[in-house]
């Protein structure tokens, strides 16, 4: 038998209900695993107290039949869900203290689907980075590395930690939240599957926001079967949250009939940008071959305003965030720095509190909402916010589903652009756009670089069509065989 | 209408004319929030009526409140205003520990209720329309309290995230009691729609003033603003205070600075709080928590159909169905309460009577004005805690009608039943104050006071006819003013003339 740790989502669902094991020992076999692979700095609380006991109420319902749809199945939680009674820190050190009286919409559901909870996983502080590199706790470490070269890789953010414990297999699974691609471009470097729903599925009730008009969560898995499990959980109309849709939620796993014969696939030329290195290039066509020749037909189309979704969305993005921090002052709960009076304890606080990455983003968003700005920047931005999902709406008139790579390159260097904000950014590129239109988006791994390192392929979908994107996605992943794992450098 | 007429104020260079307009923030009442479900009542425990949105914890997000869209509705209808269906919420930014979220939610560029307008009475018995410019809904903030403790600031947040409607007028007004003359009657349009219950000593109705100065016939001035005028005569005070202040300035040859002042009401002044320059800059923007609110003709149509009737159309409808006085149909409008009373009290008096209303409306408007109001206003009691009920007051008035009482027995009567809250007939019945209408008994009366008063006789025989009033006074006074002075006046004329 494959180890407990080792089993997709879906098996050990299967595993559970079929009584192979206990939902005690697939709990213990992941903290274990979770343990021992502190080194990577994927948690920033563990919770093993709380998975025993929920997979003890677990081990009872399947034992009396009455086993729920995640029954037992151990999963990491990215530490920007509120969570009842568990520490939420969201990675920032404003947060440190802060324990939620309540718990966020998507984990609720996913504990009344029946799954277990492992702990809060590391994350950029506030979601905001590309790398994992800003969370107050410490970067994470991508399980991945070059082979023969012992240097940290960044796990890719702001989804960095779940990525790496569902990667590393210390968690079945793990949310994620993704505002301008923080599941997708993690999930490609960490060699996993990550998918956005589209904008309004997921209720964002509870959840620590970053930019309420994109922030939307999803499922970080191993296989689209269990991407598509999970999401389904997720799902759903919340009263909470006036952005949530009131629409039903399909079974996708239904969906996965990996029949996508005389499939409309759009590859939108704007995406091949300058500079691009070839191995993406390669994949990206090696993905549209793989679905041509499951009968799908391939079409270009055009995407025009491709190259402004990125200065759109970092206009957007903290202009939203510079007001959605504002609460974040002292007065109420976590961190406070003592002043000599109003000012000083404000500006002591959030000092203190707010990381570079942050503080920066909620300076560029005081900046474009100012007077004076706010029509130049904000409003602008918003307009070509409009014209881009416009562009998706024209698109998806003649297609049903496009292919893109994920992100520009591989998992790069620890390090390595942390000096530069906007080469950070750049790893956004192909991500952003999607998120502006509110679309659907999943990334798949295709394939390892020339130096051994994961590469994933995105497909975006019509709104509220996750089920062509999944199905999609399932046919790609049947293409790709992507078995290749990280070696478990960590347990030395 | 009568366009303004600039009430001027005489400055040392020549007449100043006043310009005015309002911000009126009205709580709306509701029983929970504008994005939360916790309470409004006034008056619990400091934060007590706390949300986790209203204390703007992580992850939180506002829900709009359907009641208090629909209360919005209903006073935008009630100000003759146009309803926006599409209305969109704003986040007002600014860092204040008794606002948890860092910003308020406000509507900004478009406000559910556009313009309107209120049909103002002037205390010279004129009327005004003065324009709305819109209606907004926003948040309350919570409460600082700077007295508890000698060096913190503690924080109240049961009032922050609940709903105000602000409403902004046009600088339509003219003078401090104008301006005053227009909260008095928005107020009471609020209050009749059920709305906002106006109370300004809790602070449910509140009002920021601009007030500029100009040369009759000139260019606007520069205004200023001024915060914190929570009466009707505070904001008279205000005004006047701040008219005087800009006059002086611009007559000894300063400019007005735009500036936000707060008024002192142990004073009566007005302060510089804020300049132009130390303005906050609000970075408003869509509030992308909250989707643009919608809403569909047909649901104003329902609204609108459930409108109470406003105090111009009862006005109109007691002048023209009930016969009543101009002045007196105003007094009895002015206060929703008042106007109830009085209503009950008619529809009392008629199933009694069984008089056309036209018939007993002007008698009825004039007991109610004149006595009971003047008897409330002497103890300062409101209408609502008044001794005598609506039919209590019928059963007076009946007995008047029907002759069982004089008009001056049922001022009397009146006192009694006021200081005792007794029943009329009962106190006719205890004091024997039935009117004599018996003839026989009355020219008995009317032969003693002739035959006790010669000298009088004399002067009326010599034809000093208004002596007449005399004898009617001593008849009255004989008889403790049961006679029935109708009766009376006819016998003395009959028996004078022989």
């Given at each position: ?18 009584k ?10 992941h ?14 609380t563990?919770t ?14 399947i ?6 749809p ?12 509120c ?33 277990v ?18 969370s ?14 012992n ?15 569902v ?33 309004g ?15 939307q ?30 629409m ?7 969906a ?8 409309k696939v ?5 995406y ?10 390669s ?13 799908a037909?391939?079409?270009p ?29 002292g007065v ?20 203190a ?20 700005y706010?029509d130049?920047?904000y ?53 952003v756009p999607?998120?502006?239109a ?11 670089s ?43 | ?9 005489k400055?040392a260079t ?43 914890f992580?992850?939180m ?27 969109v919420?704003?986040?007002k ?30 205390p ?42 602000e ?16 909260v ?17 000593e ?36 205000a ?17 007005i ?14 302060r ?13 923007f ?12 047909d649901?104003v149509?329902r609204?609108k ?10 006005r ?9 006085a ?25 199933k009694?009577?069984?008089k ?29 805690s ?27 009567v009146?006192?009694e039943?006021?200081?005792t809250?007794k ?7 205890e ?10 008994a ?35 006074k ?10 009376v006046?006819?016998?003395?004329k009959k028996?004078?003339?022989?």
């Amino acid at each position: 038998m494959t180890s407990l740790t080792d089993l997709t989502l879906a098996d050990a669902r299967d595993g559970l209900r079929a009584k192979k094991f206990s939902a005690a020992e697939l709990a213990r076999a992941h903290v274990d695993a979770m343990i021992a692979a502190r080194p990577l700095n994927a948690f920033i609380t563990e919770t093993p107290v709380i998975a025993k006991a929920m997979a003890d109420e677990s081990d009872k319902r399947i034992a009396r039949g009455d086993a729920r749809p995640l029954e037992g199945l151990p999963l990491a939680i990215k530490d920007l869900f509120c969570t009842k009674g568990v520490r939420t820190t969201a990675a920032s050190h404003i947060l440190e203290p802060f324990v939620p009286t309540y718990e966020s919409t998507v984990t609720q559901k996913l504990w009344d689907a029946g799954a277990v909870m492992l702990g809060k996983v590391n994350l950029d502080e506030f979601a905001m980075g590309s790398s994992n590199e800003t969370s107050y706790f410490g970067p994470v470490e991508n399980p991945w590395r070059k082979p023969g070269d012992n240097r940290s890789r960044v796990p890719g953010g702001s989804s960095g930690g779940s990525a790496a414990a569902v990667s590393a297999r210390f968690a079945l699974a793990a949310t994620g939240t993704d505002t301008g691609g923080s599941i997708r471009q993690p999930a490609a470097f960490c060699g996993i599957v990550g998918i956005k729903p589209t904008y309004g599925r997921c209720s964002r009730w509870g959840i620590v926001a970053f930019a309420s008009s994109l922030d939307q969560a999803g499922p970080m898995t191993r296989t689209v079967k269990d991407a598509a499990i999970m999401l389904r959980s997720m799902c759903g109309f919340d009263p909470k949250d006036s952005t949530s849709v009131d629409m039903a939620v399909p079974d996708f796993e239904k969906a996965l009939t990996g029949n996508i014969k005389g499939l409309k696939v759009g590859i939108p030329e704007e995406y091949r940008i300058d500079g691009m290195p070839k191995e993406i290039e390669s994949i990206w066509t090696k993905g549209a071959e793989w679905l041509k020749a499951a009968g799908a037909i391939l079409k270009p189309v055009k995407l025009p305003l491709t190259k402004y979704a990125l200065p759109t969305y970092y206009i957007v993005a903290p202009a939203e965030c510079s007001s959605n921090l504002a609460r974040y002052d002292g007065v109420r709960f976590g961190l406070r720095e003592k002043g000599e009076d109003l000012t000083a304890m404000y500006e002591g606080t959030r000092g203190a509190g707010f990381g570079r990455e942050v503080r920066r983003r909620i300076l560029i968003g005081t900046y474009v909402l100012s007077a004076g700005y706010y029509d130049a920047y904000y409003l602008k931005a918003q307009r070509v916010r409009a014209l881009i999902a416009a562009d998706f709406a024209n698109a998806f008139k003649e297609v049903d589903v496009l292919l893109a790579p994920t992100a520009p390159s591989s998992a790069f260097a620890r390090g390595e652009k942390t000096a530069d904000p906007i080469a950070m950014y750049l790893n956004d590129v192909f991500t952003v756009p999607a998120s502006l239109a509110g679309l659907p988006g999943i990334s798949v791994p295709a394939g390892l670089s020339a130096d051994g390192l994961p590469l994933g392929l995105q497909l975006i979908g019509r709104a509220y069509d996750e089920e062509t994107v999944l199905r999609t996605a399932g046919v790609l992943e049947q293409a790709a065989q992507f078995t290749a794992r990280p070696q478990t450098w960590w347990k030395q | 209408m009568t366009a303004p007429t600039p009430a001027l104020l005489k400055g040392a260079t020549g007449d100043w004319e006043l310009i005015i307009g309002l911000e009126v923030h009205a709580q709306v009442t509701s029983n929970s929030k504008l994005f939360s479900g916790a309470s409004t009542e006034f008056g619990a425990e400091p934060n007590t009526q706390v949300s986790l949105i209203d204390a703007g914890f992580p992850g939180m997000l506002p829900v709009i409140n359907g009641f208090v869209v629909e209360q919005a509705v209903r006073t935008g209808l009630g100000l003759n205003a146009q309803i926006n269906l599409r209305s969109v919420f704003d986040r007002k930014n600014y860092f204040y520990p008794d606002l948890p979220a860092g910003y308020q939610i406000s509507q900004y560029k478009q406000p559910i209720v556009g313009e309107g307008i209120v049909t103002v009475d002037l205390p010279d018995g004129s009327v005004r329309e003065v324009g709305i410019e819109r209606l907004h809904l926003e948040q309350d903030a919570g409460k600082s309290l700077h007295d508890q403790h000698p060096k913190l600031t503690y924080v109240d947040l049961n009032r922050a995230g609940v709903a105000l409607m602000e409403i902004v007028s046009k600088p339509d007004l003219r003078s401090g009691e104008e301006a005053g003359a227009y909260v008095k009657k928005l107020r009471a349009i609020l209050r009749y729609l059920g709305t906002c219950d106006g109370n300004m000593e809790q602070g449910s109705l509140r009002c920021d003033v601009n007030v500029s100065v100009r040369k009759p016939g000139a260019a606007l001035g520069t205004r200023c603003e001024i915060k914190n005028v929570n009466s009707v005569r505070f904001l008279q005070q205000a005004v006047d205070f701040e008219s005087r202040r800009q006059i002086e300035e611009l007559e000894a040859g300063r400019a007005i600075k735009q500036e936000t002042r707060l008024y002192d009401a142990n004073t009566g002044e007005t302060r510089t709080m804020r300049s132009k320059e130390e303005a906050h800059d609000y970075r408003y923007f869509p509030d992308p928590d909250l989707l643009p609110l919608e809403l569909t003709p047909d649901y104003v149509a329902r609204i609108k159909a459930t409108l109470p009737e406003l105090p111009d159309a009862k006005r109109a409808r007691l002048e023209s169905d009930l016969a009543i006085a101009p002045y007196q149909a105003r007094v009895l409008v002015m206060e929703k309460e008042s106007a109830d009373y009085f209503e009950a009290f008619v529809a009392a008096v008629q199933k009694r009577t069984g008089k056309a209303p036209q018939d007993i409306g002007q008698d009825c408007a004039n007991v109610v004005v004149t006595e009971l109001f003047g008897a409330l206003n002497k103890d300062s009691k409101s209408i609502e805690s008044s001794p005598i009920s609506p039919t209590a007051l019928a059963g007076l008035q009946a007995l008047k009608m029907d002759g069982t009482v004089s008009g001056p027995t049922a001022k009397k009567v009146f006192e009694e039943m006021y200081a005792t809250g007794k029943d009329a007939s009962a106190i006719v019945e205890e004091k024997g104050l039935k009117q004599v209408s018996d003839s026989g008994a009355l020219e008995a009366m009317v032969d003693k006071v002739i035959a006790d008063n010669p000298k009088q006789v004399e002067q009326y025989r010599g034809g000093k006819e208004t002596v007449i009033t005399f004898f009617v006074g001593q008849l009255m006074k004989l008889s403790r003013g049961t006679a029935n002075p109708a009766m009376v006046t006819e016998l003395l004329k009959k028996k004078l003339a022989k």
